[in-house]
């Protein structure tokens, strides 16, 4: 009776713990806990360039400002800091302060720095020396990319070749730092995402590539307005096999949140299907909200659709 009953209470200790889960099933579940968003959200320090260029926000204080959102990367416009193009010192404290804010700075847009697609090859070369500071300011605060423009003059046919050369060759410098060369749809022939496209891969670079941005689709503009806009979903969708990076433009939100003038569900859709992972930044540019509430708008707009895709 006494080897029965030892038998028994063995014999149901085992059951329970049979029923409990393996280390192996937690350690799973951890995993997945664990596991990195295909999208987290930036915010492009364009988002309040009023506020920096009437100075009531100091674009000293931008990593702060970008933590007071709930935001831990930020993707600076070089025209805030024009003086500071060879000024290390101020990067380095620049750098301190994202590290205090734990805030990672994912690139710079850079503008005013001449034309890469320039016609004249004197003018195109001195246009890409310009943009070496950024490079190497790129790396000082340990971001991924400088955002440059592909414009010049002549025909498509021209600028895309001048444009080629010159992002080539500024790419090629970026490849020393670590530094990627990344071209927005900013207006002119880079809105037409077929041509945007063909330039990129001329260049033929693993580090030139594309930012795509979700508004800036109008080739021409007249005094009312656009003239001619490409289809900004067959434009985004051309241009994301090259993307290291995305730009959410945000200008007017209906009663729903969502961004009056574009699909975001249809645009975060085809940025998905493009096999992207990584920060996409918000970029408010509208007028019927404030600075603050368009950049509140833009990312619950962007959580919204994180959620749904």
Not at 212 to 233: L, M, Q
Request: charged share 25%.
């Amino acid at each position: 009776m006494k080897n029965f009953l030892i038998g028994a209470v063995a014999l149901a200790l085992f059951g329970m713990m049979a029923c409990q889960p393996t280390a192996t099933t937690s350690s799973t579940d951890e995993k997945e806990e664990m596991k990195e968003p295909d999208f987290k959200i930036s915010l492009a320090q364009w988002s309040l360039h009023k506020a920096f260029f009437d100075s009531s926000l100091s674009a000293d204080d931008f990593p702060s400002i970008a933590a007071g959102y709930g935001i831990n990367s930020i993707e600076l416009v070089n025209q805030f800091y024009k003086d500071k193009a060879e000024d290390m010192e101020y990067w380095k404290t620049f750098k301190q302060a994202c590290d205090d804010a734990k805030v990672s700075v994912g690139l710079i847009m850079c503008d005013g720095l001449g034309h890469l697609g320039d016609a004249d090859e004197a003018k195109r070369n001195e246009a890409v020396a310009n943009h070496h500071n950024w490079v190497d300011i790129a790396k000082l605060l340990g971001a991924h990319s400088i955002r440059v423009n592909a414009a010049g003059e002549g025909t498509a046919e021209e600028v895309a070749a001048n444009a080629a050369m010159g992002l080539k060759k500024l790419g090629e410098y970026g490849a020393t730092q670590g530094i990627n060369v990344i071209v927005e749809n900013h207006g002119g022939y880079s809105s037409d995402g077929s041509w945007l496209a063909g330039v990129i891969s001329t260049a033929n670079m693993e580090n030139v590539g594309t930012l795509p941005d979700f508004g800036n689709f109008c080739i021409e503009r007249s005094a009312d307005g656009c003239a001619n806009e490409y289809d900004r979903y067959k434009g985004t969708k051309e241009i994301m096999p090259f993307a290291k990076g995305v730009s959410a433009k945000s200008n007017v939100f209906d009663e729903e949140g969502n961004e009056a003038n574009m699909d975001y569900m249809k645009l975060m859709k085809i940025v998905k299907e493009a096999g992207y992972k990584g920060y996409v930044g918000i970029e408010y540019e509208g007028k019927e909200l404030s600075e603050d509430e368009g950049i509140k708008a833009t990312k619950a707009l962007l959580e919204k659709v994180f959620a749904a895709i």
